[in-house]
């Protein structure tokens, strides 16, 4: 297909080579606390330096730079108080991350910046790189969009929410790394003004891939739930004890995995079930098994659906934990709606895609994203990129460069034509 003569075309090469370079840059050892893996995380040296990279090159282009009371890091290249086009994602990582999750977002975003300048468009933009998106400083996902939303209690930031590296609360480690977490609600601020909001991030799985398309644009992203079932035998001898008088509380947990596959798959709409943790206990080789607790993983973009899943799950495990004489119960530990992007965003970045001449296809986002936070207060939409083999939160994590550039003109072109409306 053509490129429309209504799309910008972009040099899609130098893109490519721009985008490149970025992400092998912060893949060096002054971003990175591991030397496999990709790994730096809120208020670390390594994160620290991630950020002062972007902000010089932010600088270059002329935009302001701040810093909301906690650290999430943002540009703007016009007044405060001006209707704004913003985008970014995140450049924390998982402990043992790739190189692209999250920093290739910000590194589109920082792209589109400077695509807009050299074309001459005069675009309001807004360039944000949230705090600690991936939880591994704290154990909170979405943390950093989160108290910029306001989903989250002072409380929460004062004592719950501990760092996993030495236990001290949040509040403690901002302020030694020079923050105010006492003013954290103003962190509202990040997103006042925003018209329309977008980020880019790898696929982390295999659709786009095994479809040969470069560029997914993303129709919703997928509500969870996480919890614990909880099942409670009796501890008994492994070799004394008849099978016909054991209560074991793993052949419980056996049987809710396999239902719970059945569930996810009889519900459809996408829905998917993980079982990610298992904990035996007393866990000796020896000994009929006489607690287990199995985590719940369970998303989709349907609430009915997935939602229904755990409701099942939780009250077959009750039912199979009796016929052994056993009980189970289940408890949640964070539940989160699936995502709706702004249906108008959605046509702009699937006209722009179709005018590029990209293969692409609509699609879900399984994961979930900060956009999700920032749709409480603002238009939303997301573009995916393929990443190799679906492999993501692990050092052999691989995105192509000319994918990214693709989608960084697919941005420039959606943002510039909601823009000149």
């Known amino acids: 297909m053509a490129v429309s003569e209504t799309h910008l075309a972009i040099d899609r090469e130098r893109s490519r080579q721009r985008i490149a370079d970025a992400v092998a840059h912060l893949t060096g050892p002054a971003h990175t606390r591991s030397e496999r893996a990709i790994c730096r995380y809120a208020y670390t040296p390594e994160y620290r330096a991630t950020l002062d990279w972007f902000i010089a090159r932010l600088g270059e282009l002329g ?35 790739g190189p692209w999750d ?15 300048s050299e074309h001459g468009l005069d675009l309001p933009l ?21 108290i910029c ?3 989250v209690e002072e409380a929460d930031l004062r004592e719950r929410f501990r760092a996993i590296d030495d236990g001290r609360p949040f509040f403690e480690h901002a302020e030694e790394a020079g923050y105010e977490p ?11 003004d925003i018209s329309a909001w977008v980020e880019c991030h790898i696929e982390q799985g295999r659709v786009l891939q095994d479809a040969s398309e470069q ?10 739930v996480h919890g614990d079932i909880e099942i409670a035998g009796r501890d008994d001898h492994a070799g ?16 809710v995995a396999l239902e719970l596959e059945r569930l996810a798959r009889d519900a459809g709409h996408g829905t998917v079930a993980t079982i990610g943790e298992v904990e035996v206990e007393p866990g000796v080789i020896n000994v009929v098994p006489g607690r287990v607790r199995v985590s719940l993983d369970v998303r989709g973009t349907h609430e009915p659906a997935f939602r229904g899943v755990v409701r099942d799950v939780a009250r077959f495990a009750s039912e199979a934990a009796a016929r052994r004489g056993a009980t189970a119960s289940f408890g949640e530990r964070q539940s989160v709606p699936a995502t709706a992007m702004d249906p108008a965003l959605v046509d702009a970045l699937d006209r722009a895609a179709r005018e590029a001449g990209a293969a692409y296809r609509r699609m879900p986002s399984g994961a979930a994203h900060d956009t999700m936070c920032v749709a409480d207060r ?24 000319a994918d990214a550039a693709v989608a960084a003109e697919i941005v420039l072109n959606a943002l510039a034509r909601l823009h000149g409306g």
């Open 215 to 224: 560029v997914g644009v993303i129709e919703a992203i997928a509500g969870y």
């Open 240 to 255: 004394a004890t008849p099978m016909g008088m054991r209560v074991d509380a793993l052949s419980v947990a056996a049987e």
């Open 63 to 97: 935009f302001d730079t701040w810093e909301d009371p906690v650290g999430t890091l943002v540009a703007q290249n016009v007044p405060p108080g001006t209707p704004v086009l913003a985008l970014g994602s995140h450049c924390d990582s998982n402990r043992n991350g």
């Open 102 to 116: 999250g920093t290739l977002g910000v590194v589109i975003a920082l792209e589109v910046c400077r695509l807009a």
């Open 126 to 146: 807004r360039l944000i790189s949230f705090l600690e998106e991936e939880g591994s400083g704290f154990g909170q996902m979405l943390l950093g969009s989160r």
């Open 182 to 192: 006492a003013r954290w609600k103003e962190a509202a601020g990040v997103l006042d």
């Open 149 to 151: 939303a306001h989903r």
């Open 378 to 401: 603002a238009p939303c939409g997301m573009v995916f990129v393929p990443c190799r083999d679906g492999i993501s939160h692990a050092p052999d994590e691989e995105a192509d460069p």
